[in-house]
């Protein structure tokens, strides 16, 4: 008789387990405030009709992440430092500060859905924003990275729970999933989706994670950033699934919260505007330290600084964020015009961290080859050029 030697999974996924971290965070991380608002949106706008295009996406947020966490882990370094490194500081600074540059609004962005959050819990945006600006300072100043990883899973998890939560409470509607259309407003949409998908810090921050944390097998980063892509496109999902019939999310301002909690209490009961504030907070709060660890590593090592000086490059970017929410009360179209911007600020480093993960003096054993090399600039030529010529029509 043979005997057949029965195949453990154990010590992997115990593996799987103890470097578990980088690629989900960043990847829930890339449903920040403003992508729950421009899901929300279309499913305010097209119903189900825009959910086609979402889960598309997740093969060319797949594709591209996975390039830049595999750079972490055949270098052991954050991108900023590898450009540095192999071509020049000037190149790394010209790469990494157009994304730093956006940090500010994406700072603006997230405040804003902490105080539309905020708003439908019943706290106001003028005691709720100095209070989260101080546990997010607590969070990132001096803390090891692998602290602030465990935080920030506890808020990954309360994050997807409440949007799973919120479609409980809708329910399942009797919508078409596909619509296709040529007008200005379904291209714009498009357009803000796409830029949705893959946003500047996303690659700073899970190569440096990858990095810091220490991860050494690609199929470890490669699983992990695959699970994450289809989590975060699926709560995209909900998202929309969620907001399906409602009023324009536009029209909603933060002085009058009373009218986003009547169209979400309509649509989804009594309940419903709890959930989705605790799911919006949830969302901003993680992309807030997500955003900031990302930028400012980026800097740091682009420019050789090391990160001793990160904490200071964040402060520097983020106080001002904390006060525009507010003054202007009506952020909802920022956060959508926010999503089309990234298509082209995606440009550059996207475009480097395709070219380190192709150098074999740099990747050794993990250079992209093959169909991974073909699947990367095929995805990222799509990106870019349906992002924008989705907006050039529009406009």
């Not at 709720?128 to 990883?149: D, G, N």
Request: glycine share 8%; proline share 4%; hydrophobic share 55%.
């Amino acid at each position: 008789m043979v005997k057949t030697q029965a195949i453990s999974f154990g010590p992997k996924l115990a593996e799987f387990a103890q470097y578990f971290g980088p690629a989900w965070i960043v990847m829930i991380a890339d449903v920040d405030a403003a992508s729950v608002l421009t899901a929300a949106e279309n499913g305010a706008v097209y119903g189900y009709g825009m959910i086609w295009i979402l889960l598309i996406l997740i093969v060319p947020l797949f594709v591209i992440q996975e390039a830049a966490g595999r750079i972490g882990v055949a270098t052991g370094k954050g991108l900023g430092e590898v450009v540095r490194e192999n071509f020049s500081r000037r190149t790394a600074l010209l790469v990494t500060l157009p994304m730093a540059a956006t940090d500010f609004l994406s700072y603006v962005a997230e405040y804003a859905g902490i105080a539309i959050g905020m708003s439908l819990l019943g706290v106001p945006p003028v005691f709720a924003l100095p209070v989260v600006f101080l546990i997010h300072l607590m969070v990132v100043y001096r803390q090891k990275y692998f602290t602030v990883e465990k935080a920030l899973l506890a808020v990954s998890i309360i994050f997807v729970a409440s949007y799973v939560a919120s479609l409980l409470l809708r329910g399942v509607m009797n919508y078409s999933p596909v619509y296709i259309g040529t007008n200005h407003q379904f291209l714009y949409f498009v357009a803000a989706d796409i830029g949705a998908v893959v946003m500047p810090f996303m690659l700073f921050y899970q190569a440096s994670a990858t990095a810091e944390k220490g991860v050494r097998s690609v199929w470890i980063s490669r699983t992990e950033t695959l699970l994450g892509a289809v989590v975060s496109e699926v709560i995209m999902v909900l998202i929309v699934m969620v907001t399906a019939g409602m009023d324009s999310f536009t029209s909603f301002t933060l002085a009058n919260p009373e009218k986003l909690s009547s169209g979400l209490s309509t649509v989804a009961g009594i309940y419903a505007p709890y959930v989705f504030g605790i799911g919006l907070v949830a969302a901003s709060f993680l992309a807030l330290v997500v955003i900031s660890l990302a930028g400012a590593w980026g800097v740091a090592e682009a420019a050789g600084w090391g990160r001793k000086r990160y904490f200071w490059i964040y402060l520097a970017e983020s106080i001002p964020a904390v006060f525009v929410p507010l003054v202007f009360t009506n952020l909802i179209s920022l956060a959508l015009n926010l999503m089309v911007a990234f298509v082209f600020v995606l440009m550059a480093p996207a475009i480097m961290t395709g070219l380190i993960a192709s150098n074999r003096k740099v990747m050794g054993e993990h250079t992209s080859t093959g169909i991974w090399k073909i699947a990367y600039w095929t995805c990222l030529v799509g990106i870019l050029s349906f992002g924008i010529l989705a907006l050039a029509t529009y406009s």
